[in-house]
Each structure stands twice: as structure tokens, then as C-alpha cells.
T-cell receptor, first 110, second 112 residues
């Protein structure tokens, strides 16, 4: 099925470090969403973006809707152990159908 | 708690059998989506319903079907099950015209 390219595929970082991940598409979207999934659980919505260039924060998380509408970025500042999980981006265009990225697996070491 | 309820949480069944997964969307949400997630894989879109009508279809196998009922709950039917159908099946819902989708806890299907 169709998926967005998400990178990096995995990250191993030390507690306190900042994290950056991104998502790219060959098509434009008018909605970008970022989700976090813990093992065996459903994805939880972190941030929603609706406008090109938009920068939105949710605590230590900041996400941006790329100006070309074909990419999005998620930054996590001062990582903590509970940030561990898989982060998925998702995009949609004019319908509610969401296309998901391949995921970034984050591991945080104390 | 996302407000999306999926039952059952776990299901173990034999090859060749048929199962039904159930999803109750968040109150007021008209759209329901079904996704499949195999072990350590991403989320594969299966199908979307909006207010009882099929709206979008992904790579859903012919052995799989879904419907959305007048009370807006949805069911995903999987038949002639194969070992490779073992996966987490997620339901998500969203309000009309909004991109944000909220996921249930999933049903873990194991085919033996």
C-alpha cells in the first residue's frame, strides 16, 4: 500500500538529547499528523498541522508543515525515557483517508 | 482514552475460519477507518466508511469485508483466514471534514 517515506528508521539517543525526524511524500497534502505508538497499543495523536509553513508545539514536541506541502518535521527536545516508542507521520488530502509513514523507532538510554 | 472502542482485544483462531472485529467510534464521529499492522510494520490502510457508505478502499483482500451500521459502529469481517493474516487490526474515527483520526486499542488476531 501507499506509504510516506519517514526517516530515520530508528534512533538510539541518550536522555536529554534533542531528536529530529521527518517525513516526505511525492504528493502534496493539506493535513499532516504525527502519532506515537507504544508496543501493543493504538497510535496516539501528538500534533496536527493544517497549513503550509505552520509550526505547532505540544510541550517538548514541535512539528512543522513543510512549505512545499510534501514534507513535515517533528522535533523532540530534551528527551526522556517515556519518549520511547514508534513515531508515525500521516498525511491527508481533501479526504479523511490518512496515509501513514513507515515509522521512526526511538530508543532513549539513561 | 481515545473514545474509540474495539472488541475483542485478543482473538486466536484457526486457519480457514471467519472472524468479526467490532469498532465503536468516538461519539459524533461519522468516519471509521480500518488499518492492519503486521509485526514491526507500519499501518496499512484497509478501508474507510463515512456515515454508512464506503468512502475509500486500500489494499483490502477480497476475503475481507467491512460495513458501517446506522448507529455508526463498524465491523470488519475476515474470512478463510491464513497464517499471514495474524496482525493487529486498528479502527480509527474522525469527524467529518477533519483530518485528525483517533485510534482504538486494536484487536490482536492470531491465526494458528
Amino acid at each position: 500500500g501507499q506509504q510516506l517515506n519517514q526517516s530515520p528508521q530508528s534512533m538510539f539517543i541518550q536522555e536529554g538529547e534533542d531528536v529530529s525526524m521527518n517525513c516526505t511524500s511525492s504528493s502534496i497534502f493539506n493535513t499532516w499528523l504525527w502519532y506515537k505508538q507504544d508496543p501493543g497499543e493504538g497510535p496516539v495523536l501528538l500534533i496536527a498541522l493544517y497549513k503550509a509553513g505552520e509550526l505547532t508545539s505540544n510541550g517538548r514536541l514541535t512539528a512543522q508543515f513543510g512549505i512545499t506541502r510534501k514534507d513535515s518535521f517533528l522535533n523532540i527536545s530534551a528527551s526522556i525515557p517515556s519518549d520511547v516508542g514508534i513515531y508515525f507521520c500521516a498525511g491527508a488530502y481533501n479526504t479523511d483517508k490518512l496515509i501513514f509513514g513507515t515509522g521512526t523507532r526511538l530508543q532513549v538510554f539513561p | 482514552d481515545s473514545g474509540v472502542t474495539q472488541t475483542p482485544k485478543h482473538l486466536i483462531t484457526a486457519t480457514g475460519q471467519r472472524v468479526t472485529l467490532r469498532c465503536s467510534p468516538r461519539s459524533g464521529d461519522l468516519s471509521v477507518y480500518w488499518y492492519q499492522q503486521s509485526l514491526d510494520q507500519g499501518l496499512q490502510f484497509l478501508i474507510q466508511y463515512y456515515n454508512g457508505e464506503e468512502r475509500a478502499k486500500g489494499n483490502i483482500l477480497e476475503r475481507f469485508s467491512a460495513q458501517q451500521f446506522p448507529d455508526l459502529h463498524s465491523e470488519l469481517n475476515l474470512s478463510s483466514l491464513e497464517l499471514g493474516d495474524s496482525a493487529l487490526y486498528f479502527c480509527a474515527s474522525s469527524a467529518a471534514g477533519e483530518g485528525e483520526a483517533f485510534f482504538g486499542q486494536g484487536t490482536r488476531l492470531t491465526v494458528v
